[in-house]
């Protein structure tokens, strides 16, 4: 009985000294500013409680590596001005910095491996985003209305832009995208207002819905040769683009990804194309013509030549004088034209 009982007592406290262990890393502990947990020999920030204008977040807490920011860790630290990240952090959690309206400048230095959702969204007064080579990926919404940015460079190496990762930036002008991202998410670029041109990576397959969505001063846009398929709304309302040419690879234009473009003067689109769907150029008042190959064996409803006006009872569509529709004959092209009484040349 007395073994038993004496058992029974080193186990209780084996168990007191396991909650012990497992307490000291699950609750935060405090560096200076700073609340953190503890996992394995990493340091995780979960918040800071300073009032600094200036933060540099810690590299190494206590001997051990300050690898992440938790999600919020500094989200409405409306004094802060200015920050500085070091390499041993490798992500930015999930709104890490959102709505730090007085934030102008990030740094992120070599080491900085993934930016999370929505980390500096809302940060109204950034203007500098300092980035080295190391990130992978911007996830989705992650400068989303930072509207003072004016100009962003991606380094060398970024997989992957999120989906509205800089949408509502009204004032950026300028981005360099790597050649190495392959995907760009729907919205990305949503309501860039002042975005004019921008240079896509080759390796890119798909321009996703509204990624381009009101960016009402892009003028130019080259589309990669492995593009496959132009989305939904994706230059919806880019009432600059002047004319636009389409790679064969591109299989599907897609319901209305032009709508409302409305000085695009021109479109040309190449062998390979299949499908043109409904109201895929509609609202493009300026439009005069169009080349459609042999190929586009598809073209929806509406998908070419009729302008739109809303009214109360509903959308009222009128077909455009000004376009000439060119192909071949007996092709799609042909055929359309034909049946919507538009004007065709052959091509």
């Not at 012990?20 to 609340?35: E, H």
């Not at 300050?66 to 500094?74: D, L, M, Y």
């Not at 077909?319 to 538009?342: D, F, H, M, P, Q």
Request: aromatic letters at 10%; glycine letters at 8%; one cysteine or more.
């Amino acid at each position: 009985m007395k073994r038993t009982a004496k058992g029974l007592c080193m186990m209780i406290c084996m168990v007191i000294a396991m909650l012990l262990i497992t307490k000291t890393d699950a609750f935060a502990s405090t560096y200076g500013d700073y609340q953190y947990t503890v996992s394995g020999k990493k340091i995780i920030i979960t918040k800071y409680t300073g009032n600094a204008s200036k933060v540099y977040v810690p590299n190494v807490i206590k001997g051990k590596p300050v690898t992440e920011i938790a999600k919020g860790a500094f989200k409405w630290c409306t004094g802060i001005k200015e920050v500085k990240i070091y390499g041993n952090t490798k992500t930015i959690g999930k709104e890490a910095f959102a709505y730090c309206y007085n934030l102008k400048k990030v740094t992120m230095l070599r080491g900085v491996e993934n930016i999370g959702t929505n980390a500096f969204a809302y940060c109204a007064a950034l203007n500098t985003v300092n980035m080295h080579k190391g990130i992978k990926t911007v996830s989705t919404g992650a400068f989303k209305g930072c509207r003072e940015l004016t100009g962003i460079e991606l380094p060398k190496g970024t997989k992957s832009i999120g989906s509205n990762t800089f949408a509502y930036c009204s004032k950026l002008k300028s981005i360099t995208i790597p050649s190495t991202v392959g995907s760009i998410g729907s919205g990305a670029f949503y309501d860039c207002k002042s975005l004019k041109s921008i240079n896509l990576p080759a390796k890119l397959t798909r321009i996703n819905s509204s990624v381009f969505g009101k960016c009402s001063s892009l003028k130019y846009m080259k589309i990669p040769e492995k593009v496959e398929k132009i989305s939904d709304y994706a230059f919806e309302n880019c009432t600059s683009l002047k004319s636009i040419s389409i790679p064969g690879s591109v299989k599907t234009v897609s319901t209305c990804a032009f709508w409302n473009c409305r000085s695009l003067k021109k479109a040309v689109m190449h062998n390979g194309t299949v499908s043109i769907k409904n109201a895929a150029f509609a609202n493009c008042r300026a439009l005069e013509e169009i080349k459609i190959p042999a190929s586009v064996t598809n073209i929806d409803t509406y998908a070419i030549g009729y302008n739109y006006s809303s009214s109360k009872a509903g959308w009222v569509y009128k077909k455009s004088t000004r376009i000439t529709v060119y192909g071949k004959k007996s092709s799609a092209a042909y055929n359309y034209a034909k049946k919507n009484n538009l004007k065709f040349k052959l091509w």
